[in-house]
């Protein structure tokens, strides 16, 4: 958030700024999307919703469950949400109480952290590094004494992705000892190798948490999902509305034709896999070459331990002096991060290009 904050007032500076800090999609959502937004607005009165969501798009993510992964999901299962992140408070509010112990993988997404800290649960580091891809494994969970288990696959920061196999075999082990699981599969649909399976192809006994921001663009029309496990339904139905009544209703309009975009979508994952590789190619090419296996979403997570031992420091001055914005480490990881940079190809191949010649400029002067 520093990085963004500051290469904003480099901006408004007139400076240039290489974006590769953003952890969002530099486009539009689907235009199908944009044209529903305004038939919402003329054809609704838009008032609160049904605590759950609409109908109709609550039918509409089952429908791209039938599509996408050849799974039915019974309606009732399935809970619109003010992003992935209304998501999880509902999903930890729903399934942990205060002195749960959580499992995560660190380096991971700053906000499961974050938001189990603030409701008094317990977080147990589960330290990851390329021998498993930087994703948790079930001998490293097993003995931890665990009420729940986070996984995210593809995962922020490193991108890298949970085999099938592997997401089965966390989630049969979880459901065999009434662990709970929360799946973060905001990033399905955004990936380059291998395949992405959904948790609930293997068990429904824990969360998938799911949303319209990355693959789908619609990160500022705050719309997600969750499916939530049957004998959990009321009570995430009860805390929807006391919380928030209902999600946003012109974005729950608007989200019900994002299932007709697929094309617009598909075309910008084309686009991220063209500067993954330009990207990919140029840091090794700049000596920057222990690279976590960006197998998804729109992450490089760069070890630049050879560079640094402040990622903090050097983000700043890498920005400064280079004008390329990236994300340090430690924003994900508070051991390990002061040597790992993340950097995001999800803006356009232009700033790619142009990032690479100002970063062997900085490297290289
Ligand atoms: C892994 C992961 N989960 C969840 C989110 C939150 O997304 P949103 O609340 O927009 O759905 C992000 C955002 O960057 C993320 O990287």
Redesign the pocket.
Same mark, same amino acid.
């Given at each position: 958030m520093k990085v963004l904050a500051a290469a904003a007032r480099r901006r408004r500076a007139g400076g240039v700024v290489w974006d590769l800090a953003a952890?969002?999609p530099s486009t539009a959502a689907p235009e199908p999307v944009r044209r529903a937004a305004h038939a919402a607005l003329d054809g609704h009165i838009l008032g609160y919703t049904e605590a759950p969501g609409i109908e109709p798009l609550r039918r509409a993510i089952a429908g791209h469950y039938r599509n996408r992964y050849e799974m039915d999901v019974d309606v009732d299962n399935v809970v619109v949400?003010?992003?992935?992140?209304?998501?999880?408070l509902l999903a930890f509010l729903a399934a942990f109480d205060v002195g749960s112990r959580i499992g995560l993988a660190r380096p991971?997404?700053p906000?499961?952290r974050n938001i189990l800290h603030a409701l008094g649960c317990e977080v147990v580091d589960l330290p990851c590094g390329p021998g498993t891809r930087y994703q948790p494994t079930v001998g490293m969970v097993e003995n931890l004494g665990l009420d729940g288990l986070i996984v995210?696959s &593809?995962?922020? &920061?490193t991108g890298t992705m949970l085999e099938p196999g592997e997401l089965d075999a966390l989630a049969s082990w979880c459901a065999g000892q009434g662990v709970r699981l929360v799946s973060?599969e905001?990033?399905h649909g955004i990936t380059y190798a291998g395949r992405t399976s959904s948790s609930w192809q293997t068990d429904r006994s824990g969360f998938v948490?799911?949303?319209?921001?990355?693959y789908f663009s619609?990160?500022g029309w705050?719309?997600?999902w969750l499916l939530v496990p049957d004998d959990l339904i009321d009570v995430v139905d009860a805390l929807v509305g006391n919380l928030a009544i209902c999600p946003p209703a012109p974005a729950q309009y608007a989200a019900v034709a994002a299932f007709d975009g697929y094309a617009e979508c598909d075309a910008h994952v084309h686009r991220y896999a063209h500067n993954r590789g330009l990207l990919l190619n140029g840091l090794r090419e700049l000596g920057i070459d222990r690279l976590a296996p960006a197998d998804g979403?729109f992450y490089v997570y760069a070890d630049i331990g050879h560079l640094t031992d402040d990622s903090a420091e050097f983000a700043a001055r890498l920005l400064a002096q280079a004008g390329v914005a990236a994300a340090p480490g430690v924003d994900f990881d508070v051991v390990d991060g002061h040597r790992y940079i993340r950097f995001s190809f999800a803006g356009s191949t232009r700033t790619i290009e142009g990032a690479l010649v100002a970063l062997e400029q900085f490297l290289r002067p």
């Open positions: 952890g969002q949400t003010t992003g992935s992140s209304g998501g999880f991971g997404y906000a499961y995210a &593809p995962a922020n &920061p973060d905001i990033y948490v799911n949303s319209f921001s990355k619609m990160t705050r719309i997600g979403a």
